[in-house]
Nanobody, 121 residues
Framework: QVQLVESGGGLVQAGGSLRLSCAAS????????MAWYRQAPGKQRELVAR???????NYADYVKGRFTISRDDSKTTMYLQMNSLKPEDTAVYYC???????????????WGQGTQVTVSS
């Protein structure tokens, strides 16, 4: 059993910055993939950024150059540094981890409960 808790959301003016964190607890042998998703009102949940165990990253086009994803495996924590925020970034941000509780398969997907990010114009 793994629990993910997001933090760092809030209200910020356009052009400002926020740093989101996602901390995991529970039975964890390895976190293979960490990712941030977001869901705006009336829209489907979409991938914002992903980071692999080896540190390879992928970003949605709309956040490239503005957001940076990172991970600290010693703390089982992922971060999203968000700069130059735009009103269009307003959404609930969710973290997602693909976790191996033990060596070898299986791998399980876990979601946090989300943290609200609101960017005012």
């Amino acid at each position: 059993q793994v629990q993910l808790v997001e933090s760092g959301g809030g209200l910020v003016q356009a052009g400002g910055s926020l740093r989101l964190s996602c901390a995991a607890s529970g039975s964890i042998f390895s976190i293979n993939t960490m990712a941030w998703y977001r869901q705006a009102p009336g829209k489907q949940r979409e991938l914002v950024a992903r980071i692999t165990k080896g540190g390879s990253t992928n970003y949605a086009d709309y956040v490239k150059g503005r957001f940076t994803i990172s991970r600290d495996d010693s703390k089982t924590t992922m971060y999203l540094q968000m700069n130059s925020l735009k009103p269009e970034d307003t959404a609930v941000y969710y973290c997602n981890y693909h976790v191996q509780p033990n060596p070898g398969p299986p791998e399980f997907s876990y979601w946090g409960q989300g943290t609200q990010v609101t960017v005012s114009s």
